[in-house]
């Protein structure tokens, strides 16, 4: 078999795996990813972190701050969980909705934003949201079959054209760097932090040093590239992030996927760990790049070392790796073959001829096992 074609039947295995891959947790995760969606659904009570911080737990979490002249949401989960996460937080505190921060855009941070949303409640999120709904909306059909793959959903009737601005665009607020205000003697302070996305953000709670990360953590690597298809992920945009949150000095820090990190000394540890793995992996590409060497071989040389091993239960090295590459330099790979519109499986019936037929083939297979 030539390398093209080794290539090709990697990335379609690989294509094939990602529809079992689910996001990180600290609890054992499922394999099924029909089972991940159905995170906390036996939750009966809100988790209370303090006196005023409570989490309802979902495929995405929800966190409600509660303060004496009413409370904020942070990140508002998908759909189907946003109705449960409300009973559950309201059930603490039914206090009036003022303010709901959007992490981030993905689905499973803002699918609920309707049934939180109360008349006078503002949004608040970065400004790059607008941006990046278009972008989602824009493609909103090629996602659609990404996601029924990933997670195990029924596949989607085709969508039309959504035009370049087909986004509803919910927040109030949109700041670039960052964004303060005070509700009930409660200070709330917005950093831009791009990583999962571009738009992403940190909530820091100066008076419970407490941070919320949306998804620039996960007790795995992160997903550099995802299979369903992004935008570059850039690992450089992560370690600065994380070093932003680190800087705070948090006791406490709130992931959106997952439980929270409690004590300043197990922030700290886990927060640099998680920067440094992808910082070594960042730099390992960049150093194999320099050096000449093929993405594949990097896939294939680049690990972690045991003291960074993060897991792999979200993002995979391997495609983390070629995402790194590939977001500096692009999808050619010198191969002049990548060059034409003919695929390589349209040579593969001229290929299986050549080689005698199909029985050949077969019994060749049967041999080498």
Do not use: C
């Amino acid at each position: 078999m030539t390398d093209s074609l080794k290539k090709t039947a990697s990335m379609l295995m690989a294509l094939f795996l990602s529809i079992g891959v689910g996001f990180g947790r600290q609890e054992r995760m499922a394999d099924n990813p029909v089972t991940l969606l159905r995170v906390g659904q036996d939750q009966k009570k809100a988790l209370k972190i303090n006196e005023a911080i409570y989490q309802a737990i979902g495929f995405g979490n929800t966190f409600m701050v509660t303060t004496s002249e009413g409370n904020v949401i942070i990140d508002t989960s998908m759909p189907f969980n946003a109705a449960r996460h409300r009973q559950l937080l309201q059930a603490e505190n039914s206090g009036p909705i003022k303010y709901i921060i959007l992490t981030h855009s993905h689905g499973d941070h803002v699918g609920g934003i309707s049934t939180w949303k109360q008349a006078g409640t503002q949004i608040i999120a970065q400004k790059q949201h607008v941006d990046f709904q278009n972008y989602q909306a824009r493609l909103a059909g090629f996602y659609a079959r990404r996601n029924a793959a990933q997670f195990s959903l029924p596949v989607p009737e085709p969508r039309g054209w959504a035009g370049n601005y087909g986004a509803r665009i919910e927040p109030a607020i949109l700041f670039d760097d960052k964004y303060e205000f005070e509700l009930g003697g409660v200070k709330f302070e917005i950093f831009h932090t791009p990583g999962e996305t571009p738009d992403h953000l940190t909530v820091w709670l100066p008076k419970y040093r407490a941070a919320f990360v949306g998804d620039n953590f996960y007790t795995s690597f992160p997903n550099i590239y995802t299979l369903r298809g992004t935008p570059p992920r850039w690992a450089l945009d992560y370690v600065s992030s994380l070093n932003k949150v680190l800087s705070l000095k948090p006791e406490i820090v709130l992931p959106s996927h997952g439980m929270p990190i409690q004590g300043g000394a197990e922030v700290t540890r886990q927060l640099t760990r998680y920067r440094d793995a992808i910082q070594y992996v960042h730099d390992e590409t960049v150093k194999g790049m320099n050096a000449g060497k093929d993405v594949f071989a990097l896939m294939r040389e680049i690990k972690l070392p045991r003291e960074l091993e993060v897991g792999e239960s979200y993002g995979k090295l391997s495609w983390s790796i070629r995402g790194i590459y590939e977001g500096y330099v692009g999808w050619f790979d010198l191969d002049p073959a990548s060059m034409y519109e003919t695929p390589a499986s349209a040579s593969y019936p001229e290929i299986v001829k050549l080689a005698g037929g199909v029985e050949p083939i077969r019994e060749a297979r049967v041999g080498a096992a």
